[in-house]
């Protein structure tokens, strides 16, 4: 099958959800040349269970691997797992491995990701520190936790939340510290992030608003010194600050970076034969202006798939708005769009509120709690570009539903 670009020999460095994702919609288009997965990991897996189920009973590199290595084989698609890449060449489309193998292509994917943030401070580098970011740091953090075990888990954004759930699930004593009094409020407004953050305090977690110091230890217990004054013991401490963007490669191959590998809408980097996707891309679009780089399950997924697209230059499909959720204490969050900036903010009451974000007339942002429906069609809206009125968004008796059913019916009669 020809396309509009010859891709040639695809070498795919990161077996992530981009990485993967990008692979499996080569073969679906049906490019037919090698295709090969590249990851210093054992598999590729997913990860958001990692913070979510990291104490289920099931919980295993098999049960969260993304396909088995007979079927990646069996749809032609060739592994080098287990692996790290030492170095890259953009302009012979060369990828050598730590043991020497020389990988070589005609186009190339980074799909690298990140790692997880260190803090900066005195004792951030003590062994009871960790972070989580791979299969095998939840193992360990699952295999040092046991029923009253004291966790000091340090950044309550998403990963931070989610795994003090899971701690406080499976028995441990967690304290959840990070400098924000409501974490989240920028990606889902402050009413909503109040509701979740609250959920910790009420579910019998210590949350204490501050920056963490210093930590101290003391033979096999540490110490966590926060600047509020607050001083908490632990036998364990778990560090979710954020993700680095792993550009080291790149930038040593002369590829373009500035926190993240440069990329322009077709998730071409400053080489031609080189593409990027998934964490560590950072969008530049065509008036030059840089992006925030996209951390999202959804946006990996899809960033591989499109660039998937772009290699073998085919249209991209279509992005609609962003999503993505959490699961904590037992209750399911979805956001869509964006929730700050200018507009206004809607409140539909609830045991748990629902808020959109509304700008001149048009939704921009929807973020719900167990209410799957509600967000899929305001996603649907939002996308649509279909005007709403701020009355009916807060009424819980209206159906968004019913906007999206008035705006078919609407084109069928035009």
């Known amino acids: 099958m020809s396309f509009p670009r010859d891709a040639g020999r695809v070498v795919i460095v990161g077996a992530g959800l981009a990485g993967f994702s990008a692979a499996q919609t080569l073969r679906s288009l049906g490019h ?15 990860r958001p269970p990692l913070s979510k189920r990291l104490f289920a009973n099931d919980f295993s590199l098999e049960d969260l691997a993304f396909s ?48 997880a943030r260190s803090l900066t401070v005195p004792g951030a580098d003590l062994p009871g520190v960790r972070t989580l970011r791979t299969f095998d740091d939840a193992a360990a953090i699952r295999a040092h936790v046991r029923s009253g075990t004291r ?20 028995g441990a004593d967690v304290t959840l510290i990070d400098p924000a009094e409501t974490p989240l409020q920028p990606v889902i407004g402050s009413l909503l992030a109040s ?29 966590v010194v926060v600047d509020d004054g607050s001083v908490i013991p632990a036998e364990l401490v778990v560090v979710g600050v954020g993700l680095v963007p792993n550009i080291e490669l790149a930038a040593a191959a002369g590829l373009e970076t500035d926190g993240g590998i440069l990329v322009d809408e077709h998730y071409r980097t400053s080489v031609p034969s080189v593409f990027a996707a998934g964490d560590v891309a950072r969008l530049r679009d065509s008036r030059g202006v840089l992006h925030r780089r996209e951390e999202h399950w959804e946006a990996a997924q899809l960033s591989g798939q499109h660039a998937a697209h772009a290699m073998l230059g085919v249209d991209l499909p279509v992005r609609g708005a962003s999503w993505f959720w959490s699961d904590r204490h037992g209750i399911h969050l979805e956001a869509s769009g964006r929730l700050h900036g200018d507009g206004e903010f809607v409140v539909r009451p609830g045991v748990h509120p629902a808020v959109f974000l509304v700008d001149e007339g048009l939704l ?24 709403v009125v701020a009355s009916d968004l807060a009424d819980p008796s209206f159906a968004l539903r019913s906007m999206l059913r008035a705006e078919r019916a609407k084109t069928r009669n035009a």
């Open 195 to 223: 509701h979740l953050h609250a959920m910790h305090s009420l579910r019998g977690i210590r949350v204490v608003t501050g920056l963490t110091e210093r930590i101290e230890t003391d033979g096999e217990a540490m110490t």
């Open 68 to 115: 088995s290595p007979e079927k990646l084989s069996q749809a032609g698609i060739d592994t080098r797992f287990g692996q790290a890449v030492e170095a890259i060449d953009a302009a012979s489309v060369t990828v050598t491995l730590e043991n020497g193998e020389v990988v070589e292509g005609d186009t190339l994917l980074l799909a690298i990701g990140g790692r």
């Open 364 to 387: 921009v942002g929807v973020a719900a709690i167990d209410d799957n429906n509600t967000v899929r069609a305001a996603r649907r809206i939002i996308d649509q570009r279909i005007p």
């Open 151 to 170: 966790v000091a888990v340090i950044g309550a954004g998403l990963i931070g939340a989610e795994l003090a759930s899971a701690l406080h699930l499976h």
């Open 32 to 46: 037919e040349a090698p295709v090969t997965l590249v990851d210093a990991e054992p598999a590729a897996y997913d």
